[in-house]
């Protein structure tokens, strides 16, 4: 039977946000022990460390014993650098960009069916809140464009 009144709707689009969003860069989404141990053994001067290998399907995932002798700088260029789960980043660095220019970024990819559906959207919308938040424990903001920001400077691209 049909309801007369639509707006369970809304309570149905809050209730899937609010999952996404207790999801989304936290533990349950982010191996985040893994990349710990990583971070730990460089730190440890390990001369082999295994990593994590992933490419566009379940298929293409895949561990690698990866040689570091003699490596003295480990970059780690991930969305989730500023989380507070991780541990042992000793310069944290966050690549500020708009929804809007990841998106576009995205599109031109051209990688990930739907990318410009309505639930990416939403899915980049909460990512950029969380990593919006996160950006105040970085030692150094850069915008899309290369400009490096203060923390002020980024807050105020925000509002534009």
Known sequence: FPRQDA???DEYYAAGRNALANYLG???EIDFSFINHIIKEFKEGANS???KRMGRTADDIHLEAVD???VRTLIIEWTHGNNPALYGVDFPI???S???ETLAHRLARSRDKNTD???ISLVLEIEQEKLVSQAKNAKLIISKDGAVLSYSEFKERLTE
Request: charged share 10%.
């Open 94 to 96: 966050f690549l500020f």
């Open 117 to 119: 559906s309505p639930f």
């Open 68 to 70: 570091f002798t003699g």
């Open 49 to 51: 460390i295994t990593l």
């Open 7 to 9: 707006s369970w709707i």
């Open 26 to 28: 936290t533990e349950k």
């Open 98 to 100: 708009t929804p809007a």
